[in-house]
């Protein structure tokens, strides 16, 4: 990977990603905040072989001028892990046996992963995999429903590590219960963790899931930031993140359709500029705090 942005690390992709969905599930229904339709793009779709949504990403993204290669195939829908190595090896092995498909980006969940598995991952050595962890507090886990603990994402993640496969952490900002404070303490456990990437981003309440239901019976457990607040949490956040840990995503956005409560209606290009503006008025980069601690002697 290679490095984009000042003061902090953007991870700038080896390749275009195409959404490809193989029709996994997971293994515990769905958490309180999920809807994985919001997250689909037009062309991915379990109906379709696998080696059809990668044509018709490609075609997508060159309809757009977005890219022409290479190409890496994100399975992202559901646990893309969650399934017997015999139908793993087949999903994976037709994504790479495409010309146009350099890697692969395997989303998946801490609790889907086994030693057998990741052996297998391992063996491709042109997979990154991406766990959904969301939380290192095992309080919200359990309160939305997402069935394993923080104990447990550690784990997988030293254990994929372990095997020299690139990991990514993905975590929400925002969810019940869960304040500036309590995210502000939590990355210091995120620093201990072998992350290459991690992604951020706002809870997004979507219409028809648990958690809309919820946020309408107790909206006070919920902190719900102006754009502004937001800018300065993630630049907290930043400040105090391991330096040698890529950002790949800062926010996220639906199809407005989907949305519960309104978003900010911000491009996630303007969301960078204006974090980068932020960091460069108060002098901060990523690993600043985490740096100075370090050198004091403090954690």
């Not at 953007?10 to 969905?21: C, I, S, T």
């Not at 309809?63 to 994976?92: D, H, I, M």
């Not at 409560?261 to 290009?269: E, L």
Request: glycine share 8%; net charge negative; proline share 6%.
């Amino acid at each position: 990977m290679e490095w984009e942005g000042k003061r902090y690390h953007a991870v700038k992709e080896p390749g275009q990603k195409l959404v490809v969905d193989a029709g996994f599930t997971c293994p515990h229904g769905r958490c309180t905040f999920c809807d994985n339709a919001a997250f689909h793009p037009a062309y991915s779709s379990p109906q379709k072989g696998i080696t059809q949504q990668i044509d018709e990403g490609i075609a997508f993204h060159a309809a757009r001028g977005k890219s022409n290669g290479p190409y890496l195939a994100y399975f992202q829908s559901f646990s893309n892990t969650f399934a017997p190595v015999e139908r793993l090896r087949e999903v994976y092995a037709e994504a790479l046996a495409h010309p146009a498909v350099s890697g692969l980006v395997i989303g998946t969940r801490p609790d889907c992963v086994d030693a057998e598995k990741l052996d297998f991952i391992a063996s491709f050595g042109c997979a990154r995999m991406e766990y959904g962890i969301e939380s290192c507090r095992d309080e919200t886990l359990l309160r939305v429903h997402r069935g394993h603990d923080f104990a447990c994402a550690e784990r997988a993640v030293r254990e994929t590590a372990a095997r020299g496969i690139p990991v990514c952490g993905h975590f929400i900002l925002g969810l019940p219960g869960e304040t500036r404070e309590t995210l502000l303490e939590d990355v210091s456990r995120i620093n201990t963790l072998p992350l290459d990437s991690v992604k951020f981003h706002q809870l997004q309440i979507l219409k028809g899931t648990p958690m809309a239901d919820e946020f309408a019976a107790r909206p006070k457990d919920f902190v719900r930031w102006t754009l502004d607040e937001y800018i300065d949490l993630l630049a907290d956040l930043l400040e105090r993140l391991r330096p040698d840990i890529a950002v790949g995503r800062l926010a996220a956005s639906v199809p407005p359709r989907f949305l519960a409560v309104p978003g900010w209606g911000v491009r996630a290009s303007d969301l960078h500029q204006l974090l980068e503006r932020r960091l460069s008025e108060r002098n901060g980069w990523q690993g600043k705090s985490y740096c100075s601690g370090h050198q004091s002697g403090l954690e």
